[in-house]
């Protein structure tokens, strides 16, 4: 039997997952052999001035990685790692020994409205099977009003005329950028982007150009570069909590940005998805362009994801591509779901809902305030989701897996690189695919650890 201590003092998180990640890193670093026995649960807890239960949790920790054996009647014993330097499979963090989620940035489900009660009062309405037939292709006078309405909450004015309903907001950027490019050209884009922009970019043969970024988003001399150097006609942007660093632009950003379009002649694809989240955000970018402005306004993340109902605003003299586009790609939208969220829109429901989901998402936000290190991240105090700007020698690939090791997944950055650039160094940590406070507490406090002890030495090549 072994003397093994593990060094645990000064680690973040739970004291079970401490002890299975001591055991990895010393196992990996060649202080504990394959076939070693450790100390019994018993007495490992008394060097430590931990209950068993505690240990017992991670060896069972352990045993899942891989890292140790447990034979019945003699105890605990090291395993051989497949490859020096790297920790065998994903440790259980959240629901039923699947990874605490991190990485998807998802609605807040626990607040979703009821959708039950949604579906009695369609039903006592006497007319549901309407609902089943095609609908007009850029959706009926009364839902296009409701997404006006939407639109309207956002800081936007624009008539019904001008609506276009979708399924989801990747959907409106796939209909904007088909109606507005033609195969082989280039669109502009902040040099860190939606993931989703860069699919359906691929999807329709379009060519993505990144333009350099700051704390408030786009750089409006290195927009205007881009765009003379390229010869683009089209810019997607998201303005107000930017995705992945939650950059939100001031009034006089959106006002230098709109000098640019106007003087390149460019037409915006601004995605707002995030809009209800920022705090005094100014008013969308589109309000100063609207001739050339395609706004989208989705109710994914305020309302509920799978509704899959987002509204896409544009000059009227464009709404004719964008229903061609809309009908190659979906022939007809599916009613039930756009007849739900107009509802909901129309009755204050969208409303309450909306707060709830500010509110918590403040409540998650100022959980992470207490967990991780000041100053090492960027955020906003509603975001769903935080930029995590990770120290040297650490690369978003390592703490990615590593992260995953401690069954934590979060976003790597080279998700949102456009070009041929270097992924820089961060993460995206979302707050909201979490279950519970716990959940995301347990996930961030590993995330925390990490940040501290640094990356495992990788092993030498002679």
């Known amino acids: 039997m072994t003397s093994w201590l593990p060094e645990i003092d000064g680690r973040a998180g739970p004291r079970y997952l401490a002890i299975a990640d001591c055991l990895g890193e010393d196992l990996a670093r060649g202080r504990l052999v394959p076939g070693q026995q450790l100390p019994t649960h018993r007495e490992l807890a008394a060097k430590l001035g931990l209950t068993v239960g505690t240990v017992s949790r991670a060896y069972a920790e352990a045993e899942h990685r891989g890292l140790v054996r447990g034979e019945v009647g003699r105890g605990t014993f090291v395993c051989e790692l497949d490859e020096p330097g790297e920790l065998h499979g994903v440790a259980p963090g959240g629901s039923g020994g699947a990874p605490i989620d991190l990485a998807l940035n998802l609605s807040l489900s626990a607040d979703d409205p009821d959708l039950?009660?949604?579906?009695?009062?369609?039903?006592?309405?006497?007319?549901?099977?309407g609902l089943l037939a095609y609908q007009p292709l850029a959706g009926s006078?009364?839902?296009?009003?409701?997404?006006?309405?939407w639109i309207a909450r956002h800081g936007l004015r624009v008539a019904a005329e001008q609506v276009v309903i979708t399924a989801g907001a990747q959907h409106a950027i796939t209909v904007a950028l088909s109606?507005?490019?033609?195969?082989?050209e280039t669109v502009l884009t902040e040099a860190l982007t939606y993931p989703g922009l860069k699919t359906a970019a691929q999807l329709l043969g379009l060519t993505l150009s990144p333009v350099a970024i700051d704390g408030e988003g786009l750089v409006p001399a290195a927009l205007d570069h881009a765009a003379r150097r390229a010869g683009a006609r089209v810019l997607y942007c998201m303005p107000s909590l930017h995705n992945p660093t939650t950059a939100t632009m001031s009034q006089a950003r959106r006002d230098a940005i709109a000098d640019v379009v106007h003087s390149r002649g460019l037409n915006v694809i601004e995605d707002d998805v995030h809009g209800l989240l920022a705090v005094e955000a100014a008013p969308p970018l589109s309000a100063r362009?609207?001739?050339?402005a395609f706004y989208i306004a989705s109710t994914s993340k305020l309302l509920a994801g799978g509704l899959r109902v987002a509204f896409l605003a544009a000059p009227a003299d464009r709404i004719e591509q964008l229903t061609f586009a809309v009908t190659a790609s979906l022939w007809a939208l599916p009613a039930l779901n756009v007849e739900v969220a107009a509802r909901w829109i129309a009755d204050g429901t969208a409303a309450e809902v909306a707060a709830r989901k500010q509110?918590?998402?403040?409540?998650?936000?100022?959980?992470?305030?207490?967990?991780?290190?000041?100053?090492r991240y960027r955020s906003a105090p509603r975001s769903y989701f935080l930029w995590l700007e990770l120290p040297a020698p650490w690369r978003a690939d390592r703490f990615v897996r590593a992260a995953r090791e401690r069954g934590v997944a979060v976003a790597p950055s080279e998700a949102f690189t456009v070009g041929d650039a270097a992924p820089p160094a961060a993460v995206r940590v979302s707050l909201s695919a979490a279950r519970d406070h716990r959940e995301l507490a347990d996930g961030l406090q590993m995330l925390a650890g990490l940040l501290e002890r640094g990356p495992v030495p990788e092993p030498a090549i002679v």
């Open 116 to 129: 039950a009660g949604a579906l009695r009062s369609l039903l006592q309405r006497g007319d549901l099977a």
């Open 141 to 149: 006078r009364r839902h296009r009003e409701a997404g006006a309405e």
């Open 179 to 184: 109606a507005l490019c033609k195969p082989g």
């Open 289 to 292: 362009i609207a001739p050339r």
């Open 359 to 375: 509110r918590e998402a403040a409540v998650r936000q100022n959980l992470a305030r207490e967990l991780l290190p000041a100053g």
